[in-house]
């Protein structure tokens, strides 16, 4: 056994050997054209991921960045910011939005639980919204909520309302059709499905949500949309010093998803997820999710069992595999197993196989 033990927790996720290796690449400058040559390459790839022929972005920050520049560029003042929050990462995503001084009305739904459209209307229906925020995949409950009905409610009922949402634990593991459902802002980050080392994050942005932007005063600087934009329609890719080590991960990553092919991975997802189902259930357990809204890239599993979660994930530790804790109140009441990124049902099989003496002790 080697010393690195198999990530199955939901990020950092597993890296490709050929793709952490292409981060050894040798460094260009930034301003230099084998740079541009390298980022103007990456951009239409990333589209066809993202499932866009608007815009896509780039940053040198993990996912949370991201959240700030949908808050930051998509509420005006004098109007309001609609957050859902049915777990952490919303929860994130709320606090993120009043730190910005956004008037941030917060609609809390228990955790395990999806976001339904018809809680999203009632809220909306008070008026003076701008946006609202929508976690895809809620990583501390393994919820995923239905985007494509959420998006139909909004753009029939509230055209001028922009659909933010965090992807960060399910873009490219599953199908988000940003242009056909009228998404305005999807963000993500590189270390979790897309299987890449932390430390970029990508967003789809609609043409909507640009045009809103300029009519936000103090959208800040490192995450302007605006002037993200205004240096890539120059040619002069990114206005700050962009993660070039792992911008060259990406672009090998990005070949590797392409070939598989997206239908092919996100299938690949949910045939680990269904065994990931079938184990939990034959070893006793429940799934923390509300049946039909369990997430296809990690399995919160329900310890109905109350077995010793932490020695559960010791023992897999000594095999060599990492598995996850509940995230925060839900620690030891649930634990989480990814199959995201790389993994799919051989690894899911190898896990199992590891873990099985734990259960039969
Ligand atoms: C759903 C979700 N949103 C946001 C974040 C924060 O992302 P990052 O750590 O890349 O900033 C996470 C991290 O796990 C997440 O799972």
New binding site residues.
């Given amino acids: 056994m080697t010393s690195h033990a198999k990530l199955f927790i939901?990020?950092p996720t597993q890296v490709a050997p050929e793709v952490a290796q292409a981060q050894t690449r040798p460094m260009v400058g930034h301003r230099s054209r084998a740079f541009a040559d390298l980022f103007y390459a990456i951009l239409p790839r990333l589209k066809q991921v993202l499932l866009t022929d608007q815009h896509v972005y780039i940053t040198a920050s993990?996912?949370?960045?991201l959240?700030e520049a949908a808050i930051r560029n998509a509420v005006r003042p004098g109007r309001k910011v609609l957050n859902m929050v049915a777990g952490a990462?919303a929860q994130?995503w709320h606090h993120v939005s009043v730190s910005n001084g956004k008037d941030a009305v917060r609609l809390d739904i228990p955790w395990g639980q999806p976001i339904r459209p018809e809680d999203v209307d009632a809220a909306l229906t008070a008026g003076g919204f701008d946006a609202v925020t929508i976690?895809h995949?809620?990583?501390?409950t393994g919820v995923m909520s239905d985007i494509a009905a959420l998006a139909h409610l909004v753009r029939e009922k509230y055209p001028d309302v922009l659909i933010l949402v965090?992807a960060?634990?399910s873009a490219s593991g599953v199908r988000i059709a940003f242009d056909d459902w009228g998404l305005d802002m999807l963000l993500t980050?590189s270390?979790?499905a897309f299987a890449l080392p932390?430390g970029l994050?990508f967003a789809a942005v609609s043409d909507r949500m640009l045009a809103r932007a300029q009519e936000v005063p103090h959208r800040g600087w490192y995450f302007d949309l605006l002037n993200l934009e205004k240096y890539l329609a120059a040619g002069k890719t990114t206005p700050a010093t962009p993660a070039i080590s792992l911008l060259y991960a990406l672009d090998v990553q990005l070949d590797r998803i392409l070939a598989e092919g997206l239908e092919n991975r996100w299938a690949r997802h949910e045939a680990a997820m269904q065994l990931t189902h079938t184990w939990a259930r034959e070893h006793g357990f429940e799934l923390f999710p509300a049946p039909g809204y369990e997430s296809r890239t990690v399995t919160c599993v329900r310890n109905t069992r109350n077995i010793d979660v932490p020695a559960l994930i010791a023992f897999a530790r000594e095999q060599g595999f990492v598995i996850g804790n509940g995230y925060g109140n839900l620690k030891n009441q649930t634990f989480r197993i990814a199959h995201m990124g790389e993994l799919g049902p051989d690894d899911m099989r190898e896990l199992f196989r590891a873990l099985e003496p734990f259960f039969q002790s």
Avoid: I, L
């Fill in positions: 939901p990020g993990s996912g949370t960045g959240q990462f994130r976690v995949n809620e990583t501390s965090d960060v634990s980050s270390q979790k932390p994050a």
